[in-house]
């Protein structure tokens, strides 16, 4: 006679009930924390900037899918005790391949082929494990399905080993995320925020800096903090005019309507900065006159003499500077600094510049490099104090 044991077919549902809570939690977190910003990104690629990507519709949605994903393969393969852990696989596969080609679509390059045919392989392989696993689920001795039981924690196991795998997979690359979520903010216009976005992070590339700097313009700040950012890139990368940076979600046309113009062909961002200023000049049929006020001089200016610290070009900036500016103790901090660097290292400057305060911290330093003999030492003791100043990086951010 057969008897069914009733703790043997009612207390699976702590298994089965475990691993669904596991996966909605973590699919919610990975979507909605993580991958929410890089989704948008793909929606807007793919539609042609048409829609807009919702973080918590677009999170319920996929979760919900995979869900009932999961459900379909439970009702074919029936896995109930030790491996019902492995009806996840499918759902967790696909929540890292939406992070993963959703990168590729976002740079363009397409979808690789290896990830389609790798993505089979594993299929079929997880296909004759699940069918394995369903034949020897039959003669499983277990009875006992409490919390702390062997087959929880071998389901427990198996759903972790998928969450790594997941995030392994995925796309965790934290500078990749900073310019997902910059663009992103700059795109609703809330450039201060936008500035806040991994700022404590010395991690960076071409495309972010190009995005903080656009950023900087907006608040009107370029000479006063440019250089609080790492600088990662060179004049070259600094606005889209050549195509070695890009903007995605946020309209490049938004930038060129800023600045006031955009390049009719690829061209290097100074000269398509030195084009602008030649125009508007042009237009104003005179000289620019110094300005007192840092609002009234155009971003076209700023971001050219930005250019010029960037390349290291003090000597040009020393002459360029003073079309635009009154050399006073009004001017923005990293364009002060760099004038007491030219004022101290040029044995005939064209511009010799003094600020109380200013002049104090360039004699602080120099007397700081003394103490520390040792290169490495002394950089890290400049860095110390001195982390975000542009004297910082002319000389040991080379």
Known sequence: MNYNHPLKNGSTVTIRVMCAIVFLLFSFCWLFFFQADQLAMTQHVLSGGLTHYDPILGTLIITSVLMLLQLVINGFFKLKKRSHALTYVPSMMLLALVSKVSQQIESGDGVSLWIWVLSVLVLLLWGAVAWVAKLAQEVESDRDYSLFSRPMWINALLMAVQIICVAWIGNTNAVYHYRMQTETLLADGKYQKALEVGKRSLESDANLLMLRMYALARENALGEKLFEYPITANVEQMLPTSGRTRMYYCSEDSLYKFLGGRPAEPMTPMHFLDLLERRDTTLNSRTLAPSRSRTSVSPVI?????????????????????KYYELDGHLPKHYREALVLYTHSRSNPVVVYHHAVTDEDWRNLIELERRYPDPTERQGRVEDQYHGTYWYYYKYLK
């Not at 700023?302 to 390349?311: E, H, P, V």
């Open 302 to 322: 700023d971001y050219k003499l930005c250019g010029l610290l960037i390349d290291r070009q003090i000597d040009r900036f020393a002459r360029e500077i003073g």
